[in-house]
């Protein structure tokens, strides 16, 4: 047997492992309570099902809106002091969609400074309320937009620059003018990476419950926390889950076939991209477009969360350097795991011509829609079973009784996170091997016909750029995960996204603003590092 | 042979257990019970491991781990949990003398026992003219119609309050209350308990219904503006006659399978012991279980209240179907 071989061989081991706890999921569907489901059609069903159709496509419209404008012109353009812009765009990426939620909210509170100013300023009664409330579904829209435009962005940018000047050249010779070039040629040929970045946006929101569990808005999501928690029916629960797996599956699929035309035989690698130079109003104008998402998105709630942080929090600082370790180890082990195991999977489907492998990760991708707890839950009843099974027979054998083995331990957490965010991975590395244009593994296969000699010489220094999106992009989701970290975390083991969650769960909003501010912080670092190498490779 | 595999799996097993320790799984965050451990630790010796989490999912956990889960001691934040852990069979009988506590504070079979109570009550704005309801369940009354801010039936206080009155009312009256409820809120539930009070304070209604707790803690809080807020807000009990204040409780149970249960025992009675009853009233402004533990100065200033009478388990057990009524009811 071949080395590829084995690795399809160890690519169908991992994958079935991966989906066992969606499995477990989805067989509560065997188990249907009618009474329960006729209850749920008959009051809440409706509004579930609207309300999180509205929040996944208004969020994914706005991160697009955002995203697609910033990638073209930040692809374009050259202009002073880009390499600012370029770190500052990303910086949202490190914001936790439900801190941002409630920071906001706090920020526009009735007895806020912010507020109080504003009624010194026009003299107003200190009862009356002038800041809107944006704890509704359109607010919650906006605050996912604006931490998750970066996903758009950052494929669309991408996208962009590999557009070759020639493209352009045409147009103008055609007499096309700039607007009709971008609106005929350059997002069209953007579009499946538009609409990937799109995807992620709306199964990260349909996955979210922090943020509209804190604006009252019932969505799917919070339909099944309700129903586990408050109606203690986890079956119902599994089920309303199931069913948000399958209108994700469908959206991956519609997605999928948005890309198909993606393996094109343009070889974009000798073509020149070249930006142009912008001066004067342009350079203000293009400035103020770059800067408004990152400001709302990144740098007011930053500056509430610190001046929270220094000034009002009495949060002990105390253990705070094991929670930074920790988190740190964790997201990093994780990062490295899943895109190890997203480029296994998305190198078996390119090297496969039969459609079969490239479903299959379309089924891996199902978990990020699904939120944290219902994964937490599938795997905690797949280790479960498996340390059962496992002492059973150690018992039986040797009459050893080893405990917990996978349950509660540092395995179980990182089992999870690949189940969650292994399509946030394989988003990245599909896409960068369907910018390799198969005229290249051809031409490589001529000169030396060993896979392995394509994969490590051509392929990985090909997709160094999209390994390391997804290496940060997993860092941070993972740096940002909550429910799941909660629940299968070892014992006395913390992160400081439980920490912040705890302290803003109980309404302790200020006292939630250190860990918070670190979070943001400590996922600066790989934003950093990101845009160091997406400079590399432009330049 | 068993030897080379307790050497084997020594390093790799998740959570090992030593003489003198004892796991807990926490419904309750790490600041309202860590610093207590801390103590039981320093005074004892004994190593608290702990894990705090959603109550539901520490209980889907421990079920899921079976036999070999090395929890001891399960602590969940309302009746609710701790009769679903009971009823999911993880707990066992506390075969311990337990201080003396009003009866309803400890199951009847012994599966648990409280730490401490929660008043959930209506707020208004000292010195507003508004007609003060006489009870919870007046306040569903259409002369309070956009008159009320209350969070989402989501919430387990608000599920447990309507399972409550359930029982003491009936479905009808329940349902009819819950109805008016819906019908006279001020705005779409959102926020939680504080946000509620807030609004209140901001005009947007006229009652907000609350925990205490949420309260005190506005009132002892290091930022101005909610101590500023928390001072203009003063509660209306509802008196003995009317059936008296909604309460739940936080508590503690034994699990099934504890593979240290000495020292669950140990904690469990160190919790329930005056000082650190006295502790909880004092850092998270809950009332203590056991008669005769002094109030923090801020509970004195909330003032003196009839406790409704209410079977926790039925209470409990009913959560569910208080839920489907609010849905039904419009409660969003």
């Known amino acids: ?99 941002i939620a409630y920071t906001y909210t706090g920020l526009m509170d009735f007895g806020s400074p912010l507020h109080q100013l504003i009624r010194d300023v026009f003299s107003l009664p200190s009862t009356v309320s002038v800041l809107p409330d944006i704890r509704h579904l359109s607010g919650a829209v906006v605050m996912m937009s604006l931490v998750l435009y970066p996903y758009v962005y950052l494929l669309s940018y991408a996208a962009f620059k590999s557009q070759p000047d020639a493209l352009q050249n045409v147009s103008t010779l055609a007499g096309k003018s700039s607007l009709s070039h971008i609106f005929n040629v350059a997002l069209p040929m953007a579009r499946p990476a538009i609409l990937t970045g799109g995807a992620l946006v709306m199964m990260e929101a349909l996955a979210d419950y922090g943020t509209v569990a804190y604006f009252g808005v019932n969505t799917f999501s919070a339909g099944i926390y309700r129903t586990w928690f408050g109606m203690g029916n986890r079956e119902v629960a599994a089920q309303l889950a199931s069913a948000l797996c399958l209108f994700v599956f469908l959206v991956l699929i519609l997605e999928k076939y948005s890309r198909k035309d993606a393996r094109r035989y343009v070889n974009n690698l000798a073509n020149k991209k070249t930006t142009r130079e912008v001066t004067g109003k342009g350079l203000v104008f293009i400035w103020l477009l770059c800067l408004l998402p990152p400001l709302f998105g990144f740098f007011i709630p930053s500056i509430q969360l610190l001046y929270w942080a220094v000034f009002t929090s009495e949060a002990d600082t105390q253990g705070f350097s094991n929670l930074l370790g920790n988190t740190l180890y964790l997201s990093a082990l994780a990062a490295f795991i899943i895109v190890a195991l997203a480029l296994m999977f998305s190198y078996v489907a390119r090297m496969t011509s039969a459609n079969h ?23 905690i009843s797949i280790s479960g079973w498996a340390d059962r099974q496992f002492n059973m027979f150690t018992i039986s054998w040797f009459d050893f009784r080893p405990g917990l083995i996978i349950s509660g331990s540092i395995t179980i957490l990182l089992f999870a996170y690949s189940v969650r965010y292994l399509s946030v991975a394989l988003q990245n590395t599909e896409n960068g091997f369907a910018r390799i244009s198969l005229q290249t593994d051809a031409a490589a296969l001529n000169l030396n016909p060993s896979r392995w000699h394509l994969l490590s010489r051509i392929h990985l220094p090909l997709l160094r750029p999209s390994i390391l999106s997804a290496m940060l992009l997993v860092f941070v989701d993972v740096l940002k995960e909550l429910p799941a970290t909660l629940v299968l975390r070892p014992f006395n083991f913390n992160t400081l996204a439980v920490r912040a969650y705890e302290l803003a769960s109980d309404e302790r909003l200020i006292d939630a603003a250190l860990p918070a501010i670190a979070i943001v912080g400590v996922g600066l670092l790989p934003v950093c590092l990101l845009i160091y190498q997406l400079e590399r490779r432009s330049t | 042979m068993a030897s080379v595999f307790t050497i084997l799996f020594a390093g790799l097993s998740a959570a090992q257990s030593f003489a003198a320790e004892v796991n807990v799984y926490s419904g309750r965050q790490e600041a309202l019970i860590k610093p207590l451990l801390d ?53 066992q009988a506390i075969g311990l003398d337990l201080p003396a506590l009003s009866s309803s504070f400890i199951d009847e079979e012994k599966h648990w026992v409280a730490l401490t109570t929660r008043a959930r009550t209506v707020m208004y704005k000292k010195g507003s003219d508004v007609v003060l309801p006489e009870s919870m369940l007046a306040l569903a009354d259409k002369k309070y119609a ?33 109805k008016g409820i819906a019908e006279n809120m001020a705005r779409k539930p959102k926020g939680g308990d ?124 009913l959560n569910g179907d208080a839920l489907k009524l609010m849905d039904k009811a419009g409660w969003q």
């Not at chain 2, 109550?55 to 679903?84: H, K, N, P, T, Y």
């Not at chain 2, 801010?149 to 209350?177: F, H, P």
């Not at chain 2, 923090?296 to 409990?316: C, Y």
Request: proline share 2%; aromatic share 10%.
């Open chain 1, 1 to 99: 047997m071949n080395g590829f071989n084995w690795i399809k061989i160890f690519a169908v081991i991992f994958a079935s492992i991966l989906i066992l706890p969606l499995f477990s999921v989805l067989f509560s569907v065997f188990s249907p309570d009618l009474d329960t489901w006729q209850h749920l059609i008959d009051t809440v069903l409706v509004d579930y099902i609207t309300n999180s159709v509205v929040l996944a496509l208004g969020s994914a419209t706005g991160a697009i809106l955002l995203g697609t404008t910033t990638g073209y012109v930040m692809a374009n353009y050259q202009f002073a002091a880009k390499a600012i812009l370029q770190i500052v765009l990303l910086l949202p990426l490190a914001m936790p969609a439900y801190i």
């Open chain 1, 357 to 379: 492998f490239s479903r299959l990760n379309q089924l891996l991708s199902l978990g990020y829609a699904l939120p944290g707890l219902v994964i937490a839950v599938g795997v």
């Open chain 2, 39 to 91: 103590k039981f630790t320093a005074q004892t010796g004994v190593k608290v491991n702990l894990v705090t989490g959603k109550a539901d999912a520490l209980i889907s956990r421990a079920a899921s781990e079976g036999e070999f889960s090395q929890v001891d001691l399960l602590v969940m934040a309302d009746a609710g949990r701790l009769v679903r852990a009971k009823n999911m069979r993880l707990t």
């Open chain 2, 146 to 178: 956009g008159q009320i801010c209350v969070r989402s039936s989501s919430n387990i206080y608000n599920q447990s309050m309507t399972a409550a009155m359930m029982l003491d009312k009936g479905d009808e009256v329940t349902s009819k209350w819950a």
């Open chain 2, 194 to 317: 504080r946000d509620q009070i807030k609004a209140m304070i901001a005009g947007e209604c006229q009652f907000a219904i609350a925990n205490t707790y949420y309260l005190g803690g506005m009132l002892t809080s290091s930022d101005e503006s909610q101590r500023e807020i928390a001072e203009q807000v003063a509660i209306a009990w509802t008196p003995k006659s009317e059936g008296g204040t909604h309460i739940n409780i936080s508590g503690v149970s034994i699990a099934k399978h504890a593979p240290n249960k000495a020292a669950a025992e140990q904690l469990l009675t160190f919790m329930l012991a005056e000082e650190q009853q006295a502790w909880y009233a004092e850092v998270n402004q809950e009332y203590p279980v056991i008669d005769g533990v002094n109030w923090s100065k801020t509970l004195e200033r909330l003032g003196r209240f009839d406790a409704q009478s209410v079977n926790f388990n039925d209470m409990g057990r």
